[in-house]
């Protein structure tokens, strides 16, 4: 078995899991950050409760 083969291709799946670790992460802080905007958005709307919380009809 050659060692000096081996050695390479392990450096290179290394380095392919932590570009997929890093890509995972990623798309992780990217939902975060989408759903902090909408929190904030949840929490701007409960500081004007009065928007949107009658319905005037006539008929």
Do not use: F, Q, W, Y
């Amino acid at each position: 078995m050659d060692i000096g083969a081996i050695v390479p291709s392990l450096s290179m799946i290394s380095m392919a899991n932590d570009d997929i670790a890093t890509r995972v992460l990623s798309m992780g802080l990217d939902d975060m950050r989408d759903m902090g905007d909408g929190m904030r958005k949840m929490l701007e709307m409960s500081v004007t409760p009065h928007i949107g919380g009658n319905i005037d009809i006539s008929v």
